[in-house]
């Protein structure tokens, strides 16, 4: 594949990146920068832009077979203080990506969304891929809609959309600012001597899936024929609380943990039904928490 | 109530005015024009501008105690050429309303969405409202989408909304450019002596309510303490044939039907469950449908 990775310079797209070359696909990066940890590798092509400049974007799609759109300018914690400019900058922004792929003939298109968010609260543990979407925040509410317009694009334009709807990924090359990915800040603040803050009793359970076994999800996904929504999770729900037990085993380091009210936009369990993975792609989730925890923390230690 | 109708000049809006008049209410409008088919009314204050104007929005939420949203600036038959445009004016639109709101300490709106688009392809008829929101047009996606707003701002922002998702209203006054309410549309047709064009085989059933039971049902909903969505149809389904059948009954005119292809964003049915309505505020659907398409035949004799 000639593959165009928006948002390839990201958390989440360096380790696609890392995939496709590992597959021996063609890749090409469309980011508003370079990676943050990493130089740019020799076998990649960069075009650096903004998802919202139309003309820089259709000139990285020029030559693309395959489109992975990685990119959000948001992240759960943050979308919810400027909905207007959320809806503008990644759903508009979207749409806008679609016309352009359709101008180009392109139709072959990875979206990554939010298994986290999009379904809400859910109503059967864990989740199957045919729950109704129900988001309650505003980032789950923007991956909901441009799921719909996939689909709708899919009936009327000829589209063949693949969605990743992807649990709580962590792992190396994680941003550590505080707003985006619990594991990743707790063992920031953990290096850094600081209490880890936590919204509510630390009951809240997520699905915490390695970056890798994500990234590798996204390029079987994109590579096979199938369309619609694939669930990427582990399986398996682990509460906030069991979270800080696991730093604790990891880091061997004694720290502090200040809880603060719980949040009403907070899903308070998600854990996702990754059976359709499973049975269409082989796939699972193959790295157990405590190692990638580990291995998170290693790459912390030397990147602080 | 003192309410602001936006939207008060368009088909619905009208209806729903003249409900609020009749309920006793304090109205004003906000609206880009005068009502096409009626002088203003003496007893209601009108304000022009466009939805996108935010200053000319905050001007006429002042004093209000409550908010109708009735205006979308597309049309199911339009706004999936520019989706982008349809998100913009519509959700942004809508998601600016809402923080104005906030800013004047105004928390309750009743907001028009669209029973017959926001299901998609439903999977039981009646549909009831707890069913899954699956939109396959942008004019549904938008509806939906703005519902997920509203509930979020239910929750975090201590908004009261209430919801009511229309089936297909008709009656007099609804404009007849060929591209909304396929009742009235065709009533024009016949009597400009044109034949029909009917998208599909004729088997695609809908839900027709009369938009005076349409606008009572808004009414009743924003004057209780209810929150969360309502469906609006009669609970019965009619096919576009049946519809034709119907047409030739009360014009005992004589008319050509011309069969096109089916559309792929048509849903093939749908019927909305309104028990909720009747539990909540007693209400249903009076207007029984030959004798609302006869009053609808003869209002547009006397409008064309």
């Not at 990493?38 to 077979?65: I, N, T």
């Amino acid at each position: 594949m000639k593959v165009l990775v928006i948002g390839g310079s990201g958390f989440i797209g360096s380790h696609v990146v890392d995939r496709l070359l590992a597959h021996g696909h063609s890749v090409r990066v469309f980011d508003r920068q370079p990676e943050r940890f990493r130089p740019p590798l020799p076998q990649v092509e960069y075009r650096y832009g903004e998802f919202a400049d139309r003309m820089a974007l259709v000139e990285a799609l020029s030559g693309a077979d395959t489109v992975f759109h990685l990119l959000s300018t948001t992240v759960p914690s943050t979308a919810d203080l400027d909905p207007a400019t959320d809806v503008r900058d990644n759903l508009v922004g979207t749409i806008n990506l679609l016309d352009s792929m359709q101008r180009l003939g392109l139709y072959r298109i990875l979206f990554l969304s939010s298994g986290g968010t999009v379904y809400g609260i859910p109503d059967t543990l864990p989740i199957p891929e045919a729950h109704a979407l129900r988001p309650i925040n505003s980032y789950g509410i923007v991956k909901a809609t441009i799921e719909h317009y996939l689909e709708m694009y899919r009936r009327v334009r000829g589209f063949s959309p693949v969605i990743i709807r992807g649990s709580n990924p962590f792992g190396p090359r994680q941003t550590h600012s505080g707003v985006q990915g619990v594991i990743s800040t707790f063992l920031r603040r953990v290096l850094e001597r600081q209490p880890l803050e936590i919204w509510g009793d630390g009951s809240v359970v997520r699905d915490y899936l390695e970056v890798g076994d994500l990234a590798e999800l996204c390029v079987c996904a994109a590579t096979s024929d199938k369309e619609g929504a694939y669930n990427a999770g582990s399986g398996h729900g682990l509460s906030i609380n069991q979270v800080v037990e696991a730093i604790r085993n990891v880091t061997d380091l004694d720290f502090k943990v200040v809880y603060k009210p719980g949040r009403p936009v907070d899903v308070p369990r998600s854990v996702l039904d990754c059976s359709r993975a499973k049975n269409d792609f082989a796939w699972e989730c193959k790295t157990e928490f405590e190692s990638a925890l580990r291995s998170t923390w290693d790459w912390l230690k030397k990147h602080s």
